[in-house]
């Protein structure tokens, strides 16, 4: 088992949707990635939260095989994010984001972290990212996510971390934002001319596409009756992803890679189907396995 | 070989799309279909034109061994739209509609025609559909287009034809407005209690679900660098499809219905790389092979 290093946002949620809406819940990307690649491997979590965030929250990581011994806190609130969707559930609109604590996170890496062989640079300030990346000693595989905000905002940072990761995963809209063109093949042939070996460009309802080793894998969706809360799918698609890679010690190999996709496909289809990472929280790994199955199935030939 | 007798439009298309603009180049449901379908097996033509239709072309269908019989031209003009893409390349917007000739169209069958085994319902009036079905006599399969024009115009006749066809071919906007549902697989489960026996959704360039058996497949769109116009897509998605299934002499039968969704796939890619149907007019047996295969390749694990 190798263990996953993973650095991101641990927050509170305020999310409206047409299902409904969910009030200060928890979420951020590292709750949803963690929990997420829980179920296929162990992971060590650097993160911040402020004192009002709750403590049996952290045990109930723990209790998932999860390291926390990289949590701070700190003196303040934890991080706030409100958001709402409209009809068309693919996409959030932002209505605040209250950083508090956040807004003075610098990653510390605790000694027995900086070993990791799989390390996960969640969607925080490229900054942030490259301080991580130099904390680490040999690490086999570096995956990153990142944001529209952080593409705009801080491009020249962000642009200094591609060459050091192995895989990128962003949305579609994010891809093209970076690559600054309008098809995503395009856009993504040229993101892979600023440093990352391999792309994943996530599209929701419509599945992923995966560009590696000069060859394209089109991964479907898990066809999904209900979606309630689309928050954190990208963050659940991310660590079934890496998780699965982790789990079996693959590098980018074609057969392994593809395999990790699915992963993420399948894990971000659960997410959905509740608020928060509520559906993650009583999952059971037969209910994976048996999904994986029906995925496969959806692309037999 | 099994002859598709097939029915639909055949017009004048006036087209602006970021890549550029064509002026009354000849569109229409019926000349993709066909075109589409030639690659793979025979076909038998219902349609109507205006005097001020090419001659020629009608001879070049001949040349791809189309039978051009129940062809008629009418006084008057051939049925002209006119339309536009914005950089969202999935959906037209209809500027205008010159039914013309196609106002008064009334499809008679060749008496050759009418043990048809093959019958693709294009995209026109479905009491027009209806009519086509009350002259064939034993179809071994029988699928059928529509659009959001009809779904809201039309329903009630609409609604009458769902039954008496076996396989229906919709985009998935037209799937949501048929069934008034926003999901897109709860509305393909209540579109299949109202007759068709087998259903596709049409995703464009994010491919297309099939329903089909109680089962879902996933099949991928090829991936396209630039799309120049996305006109007759659908059409030509649906000769892919109905053009395999007739040249294999298959039905509803789930490997070979989902190597057909493939064809429909790998037919509609070509199509939006230039205006018009001039990419299926220069296309070679041998280009649809490699993309068959390439397409294969982006879901293979």
Chains 1, 2 share one sequence.
Request: proline fraction near 4%; aromatic fraction near 8%; hydrophobic fraction near 45%.
């Amino acid at each position: 088992m190798n263990n996953i290093l993973a650095v991101g946002s641990l927050a509170f949620d305020t999310i409206s949707t047409p299902s409904g809406k969910a009030d200060k819940v928890l979420g951020g990307s590292l709750n949803y990635f963690s929990l997420s690649a829980s179920f296929f491997t162990g992971l060590q979590l650097v993160g911040v939260v402020g004192e009002d965030f709750p403590a049996d929250h952290l045990e109930f990581l723990r209790s998932r095989g999860i390291d926390t011994k990289g949590v701070s806190t700190a003196p303040g609130k934890t991080f706030h994010w409100t958001g709402e969707y409209g009809k068309d559930l693919n996409e959030a609109i932002t209505l605040s984001t209250q950083l508090n604590v956040f807004e003075h996170f610098n990653p510390q890496l605790p000694e027995a972290y900086r070993d990791a062989q799989y390390v996960f640079l969640g969607n925080i300030a490229p900054e942030l990212q490259l301080s991580v990346l130099d904390q680490v000693r040999k690490p086999k595989l570096i995956a990153m996510d990142s944001m529209n905000f952080w593409i705009s905002g801080k491009r020249d940072e962000l642009v200094k971390v591609l060459p050091r990761i192995d895989l990128l995963t962003i949305n579609e809209g994010e891809a093209k934002l970076l690559a600054g063109e309008s098809n995503v093949v395009v856009a993504a042939e040229k993101i892979l001319t600023m440093g990352p070996k391999a792309l994943v460009v996530k599209r929701g309802e419509y599945g992923a596409f995966l560009f590696s080793g000069g060859e394209i894998f089109s991964a479907p969706a898990v066809p999904i009756r209900r979606v309630i809360d689309p928050t954190g799918a990208g963050d659940t698609f991310a660590g079934g992803l890496v998780g699965y890679l982790a789990s079996v010690g693959a590098g980018l190999e074609k057969d392994a890679l593809r395999k990790a996709v699915l992963a993420g496909s399948v894990m971000a289809s659960f997410t959905v189907e509740d608020f928060s990472f509520r559906r993650l929280q009583r999952l059971e790994k037969q209910e994976i396995e048996m999904r994986q199955k029906y995925l496969l199935d959806t692309i037999k030939v």
